[in-house]
């Protein structure tokens, strides 16, 4: 059965303060593994894809990487609007870890 | 916008009503999927269409629950004799043509059965 293990489920950071989210998997052959922001009582907005091992994703303050067994989202100086609850999931019909609820504090 | 749309945002019901919830997704996407989300968990996939065909149900699909999309476009999720345990958020998101496509997600609409 795949899972999705996200750590931490909350985390506080002061504005600037830069930290790592992990997303550890287990699935039968990846096909893409997914991280996702959502804001309270919101659809959850797409952040990033990725496939294959080694692979990495810039966009912003944010870097995502993937291994054989994690995933990590690099969050770089943060700002109190990145505050939000960050999702990753794996494969098609996405199975999702619970998220990291993140606040940035200003 | 031409992104994911869902109807009603939000819908409040009596235990044992029926409510059906409409999807748009994004107009060029052949995939539809719906998802539901209790407070402080992920979102759990519950069923996903390839144009018209339904392909995948999950078993949290129990049989008070019915979805279609009958043209291949827009998709209604319906439930049948409510129960509390079925307040969530009920999400939809949509892909292109591939289980590795990346799927982009609604609003949601957000269910409370009193």
């Known amino acids: 059965e795949d899972q999705v293990t996200q750590s931490p489920e909350a985390l506080r950071l002061q504005e600037g303060e830069s930290s790592s989210l992990n997303c550890s998997y287990t699935?039968?052959?990846?096909?893409?593994l997914f991280w996702y922001r959502q804001d309270p009582g919101k659809g959850p907005e797409f952040l990033f894809t990725?496939?294959?091992a080694g692979e990495e994703k810039e966009k912003e303050r944010l870097k995502a990487t993937l291994t054989k067994k994690e995933s990590f989202l690099h969050i770089t100086a943060p700002k109190p609007e990145d505050s939000a609850t960050y999702l990753c999931a794996v494969q098609a019909g996405l199975v999702f870890g619970k998220g990291t609820k993140l606040t940035v504090n200003p | 916008d031409t992104g994911v749309s869902q109807d009603p945002r939000h819908k409040i019901t009596k235990r044992g009503q029926n409510v059906t919830f409409r999807c748009d997704p994004i107009?060029?996407?052949?995939?539809l999927y719906w998802y539901r989300q209790t407070l402080g968990q992920g979102p759990e996939f519950l069923t996903y269409?390839?144009?018209?065909?339904?392909?995948?149900k999950s078993r949290l699909l129990s049989d008070r629950f019915s979805a279609e999309r009958p043209k291949g476009s827009f998709s209604t999720l319906e439930i049948q004799r409510t129960e509390q345990g079925d307040s969530a958020m009920y999400l939809c998101a949509s892909s292109l043509d591939r289980s590795t496509d990346t799927q982009y997600f609604g609003p949601g609409t957000r269910l409370t059965v009193l």
């Open positions: 107009s060029e996407h052949n995939r």
């Open positions: 699935v039968s052959g990846l096909r893409g």
């Open positions: 269409f390839q144009n018209e065909a339904q392909l995948e």
């Open positions: 990725l496939y294959s």
